[in-house]
Protein backbone atom coordinates (compact mmCIF):
# COMPACT_ATOMS: atom_id res chain seq x y z
CA UNK A 1 0.00 0.00 0.00
CA UNK A 2 0.89 3.44 -0.78
CA UNK A 3 -0.97 6.44 0.52
CA UNK A 4 -0.56 10.26 0.44
CA UNK A 5 -2.25 12.35 2.70
CA UNK A 6 -1.81 15.97 2.14
CA UNK A 7 -1.22 19.13 3.67
CA UNK A 8 1.77 16.75 5.82
CA UNK A 9 4.53 18.52 7.94
CA UNK A 10 8.26 17.95 8.78
CA UNK A 11 8.83 15.42 11.27
CA UNK A 12 11.87 17.43 12.13
CA UNK A 13 9.62 20.33 13.20
CA UNK A 14 8.34 17.57 16.19
CA UNK A 15 11.84 17.42 17.64
CA UNK A 16 14.52 19.49 19.47
CA UNK A 17 13.64 22.43 21.36
CA UNK A 18 10.76 24.66 19.27
CA UNK A 19 8.90 20.94 19.25
CA UNK A 20 5.92 22.36 21.45
CA UNK A 21 5.67 25.70 19.70
CA UNK A 22 5.32 23.91 16.13
CA UNK A 23 3.38 21.35 17.89
CA UNK A 24 0.90 23.92 18.82
CA UNK A 25 0.82 25.65 15.17
CA UNK A 26 0.34 22.34 13.61
CA UNK A 27 -2.68 21.38 15.79
CA UNK A 28 -4.00 24.62 15.37
CA UNK A 29 -3.46 24.73 11.45
CA UNK A 30 -7.49 24.90 9.60
CA UNK A 31 -6.26 22.71 7.12
CA UNK A 32 -5.44 19.95 9.62
CA UNK A 33 -2.13 18.53 9.20
CA UNK A 34 -2.28 15.66 11.55
CA UNK A 35 -5.40 14.45 10.11
CA UNK A 36 -4.40 11.40 7.85
CA UNK A 37 -7.24 11.76 5.25
CA UNK A 38 -6.63 8.58 3.65
CA UNK A 39 -8.11 6.39 6.78
CA UNK A 40 -9.71 8.89 9.06
CA UNK A 41 -11.67 11.49 6.65
CA UNK A 42 -15.09 10.67 5.55
CA UNK A 43 -15.84 11.40 1.97
CA UNK A 44 -19.51 10.77 0.50
CA UNK A 45 -17.35 8.40 -2.84
CA UNK A 46 -19.84 9.85 -5.48
CA UNK A 47 -20.35 8.31 -8.75
CA UNK A 48 -17.50 5.90 -7.79
CA UNK A 49 -19.82 3.97 -6.57
CA UNK A 50 -21.82 3.00 -9.03
CA UNK A 51 -20.42 0.12 -10.14
CA UNK A 52 -20.76 -1.41 -6.81
CA UNK A 53 -24.71 -0.51 -7.26
CA UNK A 54 -24.12 -2.26 -10.80
CA UNK A 55 -22.57 -5.26 -9.28
CA UNK A 56 -25.44 -5.99 -6.82
CA UNK A 57 -28.29 -5.00 -9.67
CA UNK A 58 -26.73 -7.51 -11.76
CA UNK A 59 -26.00 -10.24 -9.20
CA UNK A 60 -29.95 -9.90 -7.69
CA UNK A 61 -31.07 -10.15 -10.73
CA UNK A 62 -33.29 -6.99 -11.09
CA UNK A 63 -31.31 -5.85 -14.44
CA UNK A 64 -29.12 -7.57 -16.85
CA UNK A 65 -26.35 -6.05 -18.97
CA UNK A 66 -29.04 -4.88 -21.83
CA UNK A 67 -31.39 -3.40 -19.31
CA UNK A 68 -32.03 -0.14 -20.20
CA UNK A 69 -33.85 3.18 -18.77
CA UNK A 70 -34.34 6.23 -20.32
CA UNK A 71 -33.24 9.87 -18.91
CA UNK A 72 -34.59 12.75 -19.73
CA UNK A 73 -32.28 14.60 -17.49
CA UNK A 74 -33.48 14.39 -14.24
CA UNK A 75 -34.50 10.62 -12.35
CA UNK A 76 -38.88 10.94 -11.64
CA UNK A 77 -39.40 8.49 -10.23
CA UNK A 78 -40.11 10.04 -6.52
CA UNK A 79 -41.92 12.92 -8.05
CA UNK A 80 -39.21 15.66 -7.21
CA UNK A 81 -36.48 15.00 -9.93
CA UNK A 82 -33.22 14.21 -9.35
CA UNK A 83 -31.01 15.91 -12.04
CA UNK A 84 -29.71 14.08 -14.36
CA UNK A 85 -26.36 15.44 -16.64
CA UNK A 86 -26.05 12.90 -19.70
CA UNK A 87 -29.40 12.11 -20.85
CA UNK A 88 -30.41 9.41 -23.29
CA UNK A 89 -31.39 5.52 -23.85
CA UNK A 90 -28.69 3.80 -21.42
CA UNK A 91 -27.64 0.12 -20.87
CA UNK A 92 -25.22 -0.78 -18.07
CA UNK A 93 -22.28 -0.14 -19.66
CA UNK A 94 -23.42 3.21 -21.24
CA UNK A 95 -24.55 4.31 -17.70
CA UNK A 96 -21.26 3.83 -16.27
CA UNK A 97 -19.29 5.22 -19.01
CA UNK A 98 -21.74 8.50 -18.84
CA UNK A 99 -22.08 8.47 -15.34
CA UNK A 100 -26.33 8.62 -15.65
CA UNK A 101 -27.90 9.46 -12.23
CA UNK A 102 -31.39 8.16 -13.64
CA UNK A 103 -29.75 4.39 -14.37
CA UNK A 104 -28.54 4.08 -11.02
CA UNK A 105 -31.62 5.35 -9.10
CA UNK A 106 -34.08 2.51 -11.53
CA UNK A 107 -31.24 -0.40 -10.40
CA UNK A 108 -31.20 0.64 -6.68
CA UNK A 109 -35.29 1.23 -6.79
CA UNK A 110 -35.50 -2.23 -7.93
CA UNK A 111 -32.94 -3.53 -5.26
CA UNK A 112 -34.55 -2.30 -2.72
CA UNK A 113 -38.77 -2.95 -3.59
CA UNK A 114 -37.65 -6.16 -4.70
CA UNK A 115 -40.41 -8.77 -4.16
CA UNK A 116 -38.78 -11.90 -3.05
CA UNK A 117 -37.94 -9.71 0.62
CA UNK A 118 -40.62 -9.44 2.79
CA UNK A 119 -40.38 -5.74 3.76
CA UNK A 120 -37.60 -2.77 2.93
CA UNK A 121 -36.07 -3.51 5.97
CA UNK A 122 -34.70 -6.35 4.66
CA UNK A 123 -34.01 -5.37 1.22
CA UNK A 124 -32.24 -3.04 2.42
CA UNK A 125 -30.33 -4.67 5.13
CA UNK A 126 -29.32 -7.32 1.87
CA UNK A 127 -28.29 -4.73 0.25
CA UNK A 128 -25.78 -2.91 2.94
CA UNK A 129 -24.74 -6.87 3.31
CA UNK A 130 -23.11 -6.94 -0.40
CA UNK A 131 -21.67 -3.09 0.71
CA UNK A 132 -19.87 -4.76 3.71
CA UNK A 133 -18.79 -7.44 1.41
CA UNK A 134 -17.05 -5.32 -0.76
CA UNK A 135 -15.12 -3.99 2.36
CA UNK A 136 -17.84 -0.80 2.93
CA UNK A 137 -19.31 0.46 6.49
CA UNK A 138 -16.94 -1.29 8.18
CA UNK A 139 -13.09 -0.76 9.25
CA UNK A 140 -10.73 -2.86 7.04
CA UNK A 141 -8.42 -3.43 9.40
CA UNK A 142 -4.79 -1.50 7.56
CA UNK A 143 -2.11 -2.19 9.72
CA UNK A 144 -2.41 2.23 10.61
CA UNK A 145 -3.79 3.99 13.67
CA UNK A 146 -7.41 5.93 13.56
CA UNK A 147 -8.91 3.95 10.48
CA UNK A 148 -12.57 4.87 10.59
CA UNK A 149 -15.10 2.73 9.59
CA UNK A 150 -17.65 4.98 6.85
CA UNK A 151 -20.93 4.32 6.67
CA UNK A 152 -23.09 1.88 5.19
CA UNK A 153 -27.23 3.13 5.85
CA UNK A 154 -29.19 0.10 6.87
CA UNK A 155 -32.87 0.05 8.26
CA UNK A 156 -31.82 0.86 11.76
CA UNK A 157 -30.67 4.39 10.32
CA UNK A 158 -33.37 5.44 8.57
CA UNK A 159 -35.89 3.92 11.68
CA UNK A 160 -33.75 6.09 13.95
CA UNK A 161 -34.33 8.90 11.62
CA UNK A 162 -37.77 8.85 10.59
CA UNK A 163 -39.43 5.75 12.55
CA UNK A 164 -39.80 2.58 12.21
CA UNK A 165 -42.11 2.24 8.35
CA UNK A 166 -42.00 5.51 7.86
CA UNK A 167 -39.89 6.03 5.17
CA UNK A 168 -38.90 3.76 1.64
CA UNK A 169 -36.25 4.11 -1.41
CA UNK A 170 -37.31 7.49 -2.24
CA UNK A 171 -36.45 8.60 1.56
CA UNK A 172 -33.35 7.40 0.61
CA UNK A 173 -32.51 7.85 -3.29
CA UNK A 174 -29.34 9.72 -3.35
CA UNK A 175 -27.56 6.74 -1.61
CA UNK A 176 -28.27 4.79 -5.16
CA UNK A 177 -25.34 7.70 -6.36
CA UNK A 178 -23.36 7.67 -3.66
CA UNK A 179 -24.18 10.31 -1.70
CA UNK A 180 -26.44 11.02 0.94
CA UNK A 181 -26.00 8.65 4.16
CA UNK A 182 -22.85 6.85 2.62
CA UNK A 183 -19.70 7.69 3.21
CA UNK A 184 -16.09 6.08 2.69
CA UNK A 185 -12.35 6.96 3.40
CA UNK A 186 -10.71 7.16 0.27
CA UNK A 187 -8.67 3.59 0.84
CA UNK A 188 -12.05 2.38 1.08
CA UNK A 189 -12.54 3.43 -2.35
CA UNK A 190 -9.18 2.03 -3.66
CA UNK A 191 -9.78 -1.42 -1.91
CA UNK A 192 -13.25 -1.10 -3.76
CA UNK A 193 -11.14 -1.21 -7.29
CA UNK A 194 -9.15 -4.20 -6.20
CA UNK A 195 -12.38 -5.94 -5.57
CA UNK A 196 -12.94 -5.46 -8.79
CA UNK A 197 -10.14 -5.81 -10.66
CA UNK A 198 -9.64 -9.47 -8.62
CA UNK A 199 -13.35 -10.14 -9.55
CA UNK A 200 -14.59 -10.70 -6.10
CA UNK A 201 -11.46 -10.59 -3.65
CA UNK A 202 -9.62 -8.44 -1.98
CA UNK A 203 -6.76 -8.59 0.56
CA UNK A 204 -6.51 -5.84 3.74
CA UNK A 205 -4.30 -2.95 2.44
CA UNK A 206 -1.24 -2.96 4.41
CA UNK A 207 1.73 -1.14 4.76
CA UNK A 208 4.47 -3.45 6.26
CA UNK A 209 5.45 -5.62 3.45
CA UNK A 210 8.00 -8.09 5.58
CA UNK A 211 9.60 -8.05 8.66
CA UNK A 212 13.41 -8.11 9.43
CA UNK A 213 14.22 -11.77 10.45
CA UNK A 214 10.94 -13.42 9.33
CA UNK A 215 7.37 -13.08 10.70
CA UNK A 216 8.02 -14.74 14.23
CA UNK A 217 4.54 -13.71 15.88
CA UNK A 218 2.38 -14.21 12.63
CA UNK A 219 1.77 -10.37 12.78
CA UNK A 220 1.36 -10.19 8.96
CA UNK A 221 -0.98 -13.60 8.61
CA UNK A 222 -4.23 -11.31 8.35
CA UNK A 223 -2.61 -9.33 5.09
CA UNK A 224 -2.14 -12.49 3.62
CA UNK A 225 -5.99 -13.76 3.67
CA UNK A 226 -8.13 -13.33 0.63
CA UNK A 227 -11.76 -11.93 1.54
CA UNK A 228 -14.40 -13.23 -0.51
CA UNK A 229 -17.74 -12.46 1.38
CA UNK A 230 -19.85 -12.89 -1.54
CA UNK A 231 -19.99 -15.39 -4.95
CA UNK A 232 -20.47 -13.35 -8.03
CA UNK A 233 -20.14 -14.87 -11.52
CA UNK A 234 -17.02 -13.20 -13.61
CA UNK A 235 -19.76 -12.77 -16.36
CA UNK A 236 -21.19 -9.78 -13.80
CA UNK A 237 -17.36 -8.15 -13.38
CA UNK A 238 -16.37 -8.11 -16.96
CA UNK A 239 -19.96 -6.20 -17.80
CA UNK A 240 -18.84 -3.40 -15.35
CA UNK A 241 -15.27 -3.58 -16.54
CA UNK A 242 -16.91 -3.15 -19.53
CA UNK A 243 -18.28 0.24 -18.45
CA UNK A 244 -15.42 1.85 -16.48
CA UNK A 245 -13.64 0.92 -19.70
CA UNK A 246 -15.58 2.83 -21.53
CA UNK A 247 -15.14 5.94 -18.57
CA UNK A 248 -11.76 6.06 -20.07
CA UNK A 249 -12.15 5.65 -23.46
CA UNK A 250 -15.19 7.47 -24.12
CA UNK A 251 -16.75 8.82 -21.24
CA UNK A 252 -16.34 11.43 -18.26
CA UNK A 253 -12.44 10.04 -17.86
CA UNK A 254 -11.63 10.19 -21.92
CA UNK A 255 -8.93 12.93 -20.80
CA UNK A 256 -6.77 11.05 -18.13
CA UNK A 257 -6.59 7.78 -20.71
CA UNK A 258 -3.14 6.44 -20.70
CA UNK A 259 -1.10 5.77 -23.62
CA UNK A 260 -1.03 2.08 -24.29
CA UNK A 261 -2.53 0.76 -21.03
CA UNK A 262 -6.31 -0.33 -21.02
CA UNK A 263 -7.67 1.60 -17.94
CA UNK A 264 -10.97 0.60 -15.80
CA UNK A 265 -11.92 3.75 -14.14
CA UNK A 266 -14.98 5.87 -12.44
CA UNK A 267 -14.89 9.33 -12.22
CA UNK A 268 -16.87 10.86 -9.52
CA UNK A 269 -18.19 14.55 -8.42
CA UNK A 270 -19.66 15.11 -4.54
CA UNK A 271 -21.50 17.55 -3.07
CA UNK A 272 -20.78 18.80 0.16
CA UNK A 273 -21.12 21.59 3.03
CA UNK A 274 -19.79 23.62 5.48
CA UNK A 275 -21.39 24.50 8.37
CA UNK A 276 -24.48 24.26 6.56
CA UNK A 277 -23.14 26.33 3.64
CA UNK A 278 -22.51 24.57 0.04
CA UNK A 279 -19.14 24.42 -0.65
CA UNK A 280 -17.45 23.59 -4.16
CA UNK A 281 -17.63 19.86 -5.46
CA UNK A 282 -15.05 17.09 -4.20
CA UNK A 283 -13.30 15.87 -7.00
CA UNK A 284 -12.81 12.07 -6.90
CA UNK A 285 -12.09 9.21 -9.49
CA UNK A 286 -11.15 5.44 -8.65
CA UNK A 287 -9.52 3.02 -11.09
CA UNK A 288 -7.54 -0.16 -11.84
CA UNK A 289 -4.84 -1.37 -14.75
CA UNK A 290 -4.38 -2.47 -16.92
CA UNK A 291 -7.80 -4.23 -17.39
CA UNK A 292 -6.16 -8.10 -17.92
CA UNK A 293 -4.27 -9.19 -14.85
CA UNK A 294 -4.07 -5.89 -13.57
CA UNK A 295 -1.20 -4.81 -11.65
CA UNK A 296 -2.42 -1.31 -9.71
CA UNK A 297 -6.15 0.15 -7.95
CA UNK A 298 -6.25 3.74 -6.82
CA UNK A 299 -8.14 6.32 -5.41
CA UNK A 300 -7.75 9.89 -5.51
CA UNK A 301 -10.08 13.05 -4.03
CA UNK A 302 -9.36 16.56 -4.36
CA UNK A 303 -10.97 18.63 -2.10
CA UNK A 304 -13.25 21.29 -3.22
CA UNK A 305 -12.00 20.98 -6.67
CA UNK A 306 -14.72 20.82 -8.98
CA UNK A 307 -15.02 18.03 -11.67
CA UNK A 308 -13.49 14.51 -10.77
CA UNK A 309 -12.28 14.48 -14.58
CA UNK A 310 -10.48 17.67 -14.32
CA UNK A 311 -7.76 16.94 -11.35
CA UNK A 312 -8.62 13.70 -9.51
CA UNK A 313 -8.27 11.89 -12.83
CA UNK A 314 -5.32 13.24 -14.57
CA UNK A 315 -3.37 12.73 -11.06
CA UNK A 316 -4.12 9.17 -11.21
CA UNK A 317 -3.61 8.87 -14.85
CA UNK A 318 0.21 9.95 -14.35
CA UNK A 319 0.29 7.79 -11.31
CA UNK A 320 -1.02 4.71 -12.98
CA UNK A 321 1.75 5.22 -15.84
CA UNK A 322 4.59 6.19 -13.72
CA UNK A 323 4.05 3.11 -11.92
CA UNK A 324 3.57 0.46 -14.51
CA UNK A 325 6.04 2.24 -17.22
CA UNK A 326 8.57 3.67 -14.45
CA UNK A 327 8.24 6.79 -16.17
CA UNK A 328 5.92 9.56 -17.96
CA UNK A 329 6.66 9.52 -21.83
CA UNK A 330 5.80 11.97 -24.48
CA UNK A 331 5.73 15.60 -24.46
CA UNK A 332 1.65 16.12 -24.12
CA UNK A 333 2.09 13.69 -20.83
CA UNK A 334 4.93 15.81 -19.49
CA UNK A 335 3.22 18.88 -19.44
CA UNK A 336 0.13 17.46 -18.03
CA UNK A 337 2.75 17.13 -14.91
CA UNK A 338 3.86 20.58 -15.19
CA UNK A 339 -0.40 21.37 -15.35
CA UNK A 340 -0.88 20.07 -12.24
CA UNK A 341 2.08 20.43 -10.06
CA UNK A 342 1.62 24.05 -10.85
CA UNK A 343 -2.62 23.30 -10.25
CA UNK A 344 -3.66 25.55 -7.05
CA UNK A 345 -6.54 23.31 -5.64
CA UNK A 346 -6.97 25.55 -1.87
CA UNK A 347 -10.50 26.65 -1.68
CA UNK A 348 -10.96 30.07 -0.92
CA UNK A 349 -12.76 29.34 2.66
CA UNK A 350 -9.04 27.74 3.69
CA UNK A 351 -7.15 30.81 2.23
CA UNK A 352 -9.24 33.30 4.43
CA UNK A 353 -9.12 30.61 7.54
CA UNK A 354 -4.96 30.60 7.22
CA UNK A 355 -5.57 34.41 7.15
CA UNK A 356 -7.41 34.59 10.34
CA UNK A 357 -4.92 31.13 11.98
CA UNK A 358 -1.80 33.53 10.63
CA UNK A 359 -3.49 36.55 12.52
CA UNK A 360 -4.33 34.36 15.66
CA UNK A 361 -0.84 33.43 16.07
CA UNK A 362 0.99 36.66 15.77
CA UNK A 363 -1.84 38.28 18.48
CA UNK A 364 -2.24 35.44 20.95
CA UNK A 365 0.65 33.01 22.39
CA UNK A 366 -0.11 29.53 23.29
CA UNK A 367 -0.61 30.00 26.65
CA UNK A 368 -4.00 31.84 25.49
CA UNK A 369 -5.00 29.43 23.07
CA UNK A 370 -4.72 26.98 25.66
CA UNK A 371 -7.14 28.90 27.66
CA UNK A 372 -9.32 29.21 25.28
CA UNK A 373 -10.18 25.78 24.79
CA UNK A 374 -8.92 26.00 20.98
CA UNK A 375 -5.83 23.20 21.43
CA UNK A 376 -8.35 20.64 23.05
CA UNK A 377 -10.91 21.00 20.31
CA UNK A 378 -8.12 20.33 17.56
CA UNK A 379 -7.17 17.01 19.09
CA UNK A 380 -10.80 16.17 19.60
CA UNK A 381 -11.11 16.83 15.71
CA UNK A 382 -8.44 15.06 14.69
CA UNK A 383 -8.63 11.83 17.38
CA UNK A 384 -5.00 12.48 18.88
CA UNK A 385 -4.94 11.53 22.61
CA UNK A 386 -4.21 13.87 25.33
CA UNK A 387 -0.29 13.40 25.41
CA UNK A 388 0.83 16.73 25.64
CA UNK A 389 -1.45 18.00 28.82
CA UNK A 390 1.76 18.59 30.97
CA UNK A 391 3.37 20.86 28.27
CA UNK A 392 -0.18 22.60 28.14
CA UNK A 393 -0.18 23.04 32.02
CA UNK A 394 3.63 24.43 31.53
CA UNK A 395 2.63 26.94 29.28
CA UNK A 396 -0.03 27.77 31.72
CA UNK A 397 2.68 28.59 34.46
CA UNK A 398 4.80 29.87 32.23
CA UNK A 399 2.26 32.47 31.09
CA UNK A 400 2.83 33.85 35.01
CA UNK A 401 0.87 36.81 36.23
CA UNK A 402 -0.37 37.61 32.75
CA UNK A 403 -4.42 37.34 33.31
CA UNK A 404 -6.00 34.89 31.32
CA UNK A 405 -9.53 35.37 29.87
CA UNK A 406 -12.01 33.05 30.69
CA UNK A 407 -12.82 30.72 27.73
CA UNK A 408 -15.84 32.06 25.43
CA UNK A 409 -19.18 30.26 25.76
CA UNK A 410 -19.28 29.69 22.21
CA UNK A 411 -15.89 28.15 20.36
CA UNK A 412 -15.65 27.76 17.02
CA UNK A 413 -13.89 24.43 15.84
CA UNK A 414 -11.19 24.70 13.41
CA UNK A 415 -12.26 23.91 9.52
CA UNK A 416 -11.30 20.88 7.96
CA UNK A 417 -12.54 20.53 4.11
CA UNK A 418 -14.91 16.73 4.99
CA UNK A 419 -18.35 16.26 4.56
CA UNK A 420 -21.18 17.29 7.72
CA UNK A 421 -21.71 13.85 9.84
CA UNK A 422 -24.84 15.53 10.55
CA UNK A 423 -27.50 16.06 7.22
CA UNK A 424 -30.70 17.45 7.69
CA UNK A 425 -33.14 15.10 6.16
CA UNK A 426 -33.68 17.70 3.58
CA UNK A 427 -30.37 17.11 2.24
CA UNK A 428 -31.21 13.64 0.90
CA UNK A 429 -33.13 14.29 -1.31
CA UNK A 430 -31.29 17.56 -3.00
CA UNK A 431 -28.17 15.99 -3.69
CA UNK A 432 -26.78 15.58 -7.55
CA UNK A 433 -24.03 13.87 -9.22
CA UNK A 434 -22.29 13.78 -12.41
Given at each position: LAMVSS?????????????????VELLLDPRIPFLNRTIGAYYAPGSTFKTLQGLVGLAEGVVT????????????????????????????????????????????QRVINNPIYPDVDSSLNH????????????????????????????AATYN???????WNFCTFRSVSIG????????????????????????????????IEGGDKFGLLAN??????????????????????????????????????????GK???????????????HAFFSAFAPRRNPRIAIAVICENAGFGATSAAPIASLMIEKYLKDSIEGKERKDLVERISSMNLIPPRLVQALRTHDSTMH??????????????????????????????????????????PSPDSTVIKPGAILPDNRRSQADTAKNTEN
Open positions: PTYKPRLLTGSERKKHYPSTTFSCNGAFYGCGRPMRCLDPGVWALKGAITHSCNTYFAHVMWAKYMNAFGLGKKLGVDLPSEKAGRIPTKIYGDGRQGEVETTPLQVANEMAYLANKGWYITPHVVDSFKEKHTAVNISDSIFEAVHDGMQGVMESGTGRRAKVPGIEVCTGTVENSYRGVKQKDRRDSAYLIAKGYIKIARDTIGLEEEDETEGLDKLKAAGKNKM
